[in-house]
C-alpha cells in the first residue's frame, strides 16, 4: 500500500484528536498535549511503513514514547488540581474526582494501563501493543491495576470520612 501524503492526511484526520486527548489525560496542558500529538505524528509519517493496519494502539504506544520523552530532566509529575481532574471528562461528580485522585496515587505502570482500557476504550490486546507486551501480560497488568486502585479507592474514601 502506498503511504503518501493522503495516506497521512487521512491517519492525521481520523486520529489526531485522539492523540491529543490520550496525551492530555497525561500532562493536563492542552497546549502540550497538542504539542506532543504533533510530535507522534512526525514519529508516525517517519516511521509510515511500520504502522499497523490497527492504527490507533500503535499511535497511542507512540506518543507514550514522547510523553516519557518530554517528562525526562522535568520535575516528578504532581497530583493535578481539582479542576485539570475534572478536564476532559464528562462524569466530573465528586465520585469521579475521587477515582481521578485514586489513580494519580497509583504507580504509572497501572495508572497507564487503567487508562487505556477504561478511558480510551481499547481491548487488552490494543493495549497491549501500546504498553508493548503479550496480552496475557497486559491482563495480569490489568487484573493487579485494578486490586490495588479498589484498595486505594478504599483508603482514600476510609481517609476523608474520618
Given amino acids: 500500500m502506498e503511504r503518501g501524503e493522503e495516506w497521512f492526511t487521512r491517519l492525521f484526520a481520523a486520529h489526531f484528536e485522539a492523540v491529543v486527548r490520550y496525551a492530555f489525560r497525561r500532562v493536563f496542558d492542552a497546549g502540550v498535549a497538542t504539542d506532543l500529538a504533533q510530535e507522534a505524528f512526525i514519529v508516525a509519517w517517519r516511521r509510515r511503513d511500520?504502522?499497523?493496519?490497527?492504527?490507533?494502539p500503535w499511535l497511542y504506544g507512540v506518543a507514550r514514547n514522547v510523553i516519557a520523552n518530554h517528562r525526562r530532566g522535568k520535575a516528578p509529575p504532581v497530583v493535578p488540581h481539582e479542576t485539570a481532574l475534572r478536564a476532559g471528562f464528562e462524569d466530573t461528580s465528586a465520585e469521579m474526582v475521587d477515582v481521578l485522585r485514586a489513580i494519580?496515587?497509583?504507580?504509572?505502570?497501572?495508572?497507564?494501563?487503567?487508562?487505556?482500557?477504561?478511558?480510551?476504550?481499547?481491548?487488552?490486546r490494543e493495549a497491549a501493543v501500546v504498553l508493548g507486551c503479550s496480552k496475557s501480560a497486559a491482563a495480569v497488568r490489568l487484573h493487579r491495576a485494578r486490586k490495588r486502585l479498589q484498595a486505594a479507592l478504599g483508603e482514600y474514601r476510609e481517609v476523608e470520612h474520618v
Fill in 50 to 56: 511500520d504502522v499497523p493496519v490497527r492504527e490507533l
Fill in 104 to 124: 494519580s496515587a497509583l504507580p504509572e505502570r497501572d495508572q497507564e494501563i487503567l487508562r487505556l482500557v477504561a478511558w480510551e476504550e481499547l481491548e487488552l
